[in-house]
């Protein structure tokens, strides 16, 4: 069960964000900061206590403070981004996480590794470490040398065509895995119980498990009913102006 949720209010600036889809077009940053609005909402639905950052224009992408860190029961570790324009969003996070763990329980990823918590998929102890343009092999290994201090554990996963590993996969806990594209038939993943994405719904593979409700993005009714099926209270958000910038809604907080 998750306590504490992070998030960051979008930055004006977001509209100058990283995309590898040009063809949807900018944000509107008035309806994102709506999006973003609703987003809190169905996070307190679930039960967390929210700490909601203020923007910082500085980043274009300091929304999406999923990538900046990874936290668990057992310790918190600051990441450093792949992204050449997201250096410099984890110093600003640093302070944050103080307040939630002491220093023996922080580690952190050191250049030349790269990692960004996107890539990043908690299954109890286990973490699944994506490697992709973003996070690259001696992030992993630090990565997993900082867990096994803290008696957790973790495995890399290799990514072909998804920009971070949970692009395509989201756990939902009790071993069910909502999967799609590239990792439908990747043998890492065969001892999960699958719900699988359809192509043409494929950015409602980022969806997030919350004390057990899911959060699923607005408008892919295929996904939802799939999830509903497999027991679990949907709550549905409109994301698509953070969409936009290659982000979901796993992407805009650290849930911990």
């Not at 900046?68 to 324009?85: D, F, K, M, Q, W």
């Not at 209270?233 to 102006?241: G, M, R, Y």
């Amino acid at each position: 069960m998750f306590k504490n949720v992070i998030v960051r209010k979008p930055a004006k600036s977001m509209v100058e964000g990283i995309t590898s889809a040009p063809e949807l077009g900018k944000p509107d940053y008035e309806l994102a900061l709506k999006q973003h609005e609703n987003y809190r909402k169905a996070l307190k639905e679930c039960g967390v206590e929210l700490t909601v950052l203020e923007l910082d224009d500085k980043y274009p992408d300091s929304c999406f403070v999923e990538d900046v860190a990874v936290l668990s029961n057992n310790c918190a570790i600051i990441t450093n981004p792949g992204a050449e324009s997201r250096k410099g969003e984890e110093e600003e996070m640093i302070g944050v996480i103080k307040k939630f763990y002491p220093e023996d329980k922080i580690g952190y990823i050191k250049s030349p590794g790269t990692l960004e918590g996107g890539d990043v998929m908690m299954v109890g102890d286990h973490f699944y470490i994506g490697l992709s343009a973003r996070t690259n092999e001696e992030g992993a290994k630090q990565f997993i040398e900082i867990l096994e201090k803290h008696g957790l554990i973790g495995s890399v996963v290799e990514l072909k065509e998804f920009l971070h590993l949970k692009t395509g996969v989201a756990y939902l806990e009790n071993n069910n895995l909502l999967v799609t594209g590239e990792f439908i038939d990747n043998p890492i993943f065969k001892d999960f119980n699958k719900i699988i994405i359809d192509e043409d719904e494929q950015y409602s593979a980022n969806s997030i498990w919350v004390n057990g409700k899911v959060i699923v993005p607005e408008g892919y009714p295929n996904t939802k009913k799939s999830i509903e099926d497999a027991g679990y209270e949907v709550i549905t958000v409109d994301t698509s102006e953070y969409r936009k910038l290659d982000g979901g809604l796993s992407c805009l907080s650290l849930r911990f």
